[in-house]
């Protein structure tokens, strides 16, 4: 005859400390993650920001421009545009191109205008990009836009 097994306090502790150790183990591992890949703030204040943020966005919409960002054969080429869809050359135009979820990779893109489009070399490798673009209108208008950019393989 088989001798019957008895569930003790000792398999219950076992049991409850594993299972907390688990989700402890998790917990911190995720917490670790998110904080080694956070980017950093992007305002100072974002209460003093929010302050003229419907002003800039207004100012900003009554310029009427667009502006797409592509990768092509390795330059960044920036396409701004005005409303009528004809080619814009801003007073000032900047652009950083970065990762989404760091700093280590980003850069300032060397931008020039040829004509139609703002261009730059950029190496840049498979995956996600963001590339935050500030400029200002020759009426001193800001413009800020940043727009994501997947490149494949």
Same mark, same amino acid.
């Given at each position: 005859?088989?001798?019957?097994?008895?569930?003790?306090?000792?398999?219950?502790?076992?049991?409850?400390?594993?299972?907390?150790?688990?989700?402890?183990?998790?917990?911190?591992?995720?917490?670790?993650?998110?904080?080694?890949?956070?980017?950093?703030?992007?305002?100072?204040?974002?209460?003093?920001?929010?302050?003229?943020?419907?002003?800039?966005?207004?100012? $900003?919409?009554?310029?009427?421009?667009? /502006?797409? @960002? !592509?990768?092509? &054969? =390795?330059?960044?080429?920036?396409?701004?545009?005005?409303?009528?869809?004809?080619?814009?050359?801003?007073?000032?135009?900047?652009?950083?191109?970065?990762?989404?979820?760091?700093?280590?990779?980003?850069?300032?893109?060397?931008?020039?205008?040829?004509?139609?489009?703002?261009?730059?070399?950029?190496?840049?490798? $498979?995956?996600?990009?963001?590339?935050? /673009?500030? @400029? !200002?209108?020759? &009426? =001193?208008?800001?413009?800020?836009?940043?727009?994501?950019?997947?490149?494949?393989?």
């Amino acid at each position: 005859m088989s001798e019957e097994r008895k569930f003790t306090g000792r398999h219950a502790a076992a049991i409850f400390i594993g299972a907390f150790g688990i989700i402890i183990t998790v917990n911190l591992a995720m917490a670790w993650n998110a904080v080694s890949t956070f980017p950093g703030l992007t305002v100072k204040n974002s209460y003093i920001a929010s302050q003229s943020f419907d002003d800039r966005r207004t100012a $900003q919409e009554a310029l009427g421009w667009t /502006v797409e @960002a !592509e990768l092509d &054969d =390795g330059w960044l080429v920036l396409s701004l545009r005005d409303a009528e869809g004809r080619p814009v050359r801003a007073a000032t135009l900047d652009a950083v191109v970065g990762r989404p979820t760091h700093k280590r990779e980003d850069f300032p893109a060397e931008l020039s205008f040829n004509g139609q489009d703002y261009v730059a070399p950029a190496d840049l490798g $498979q995956g996600y990009w963001s590339v935050l /673009v500030t @400029a !200002e209108a020759p &009426d =001193g208008t800001p413009f800020e836009q940043r727009l994501q950019l997947s490149v494949r393989g």
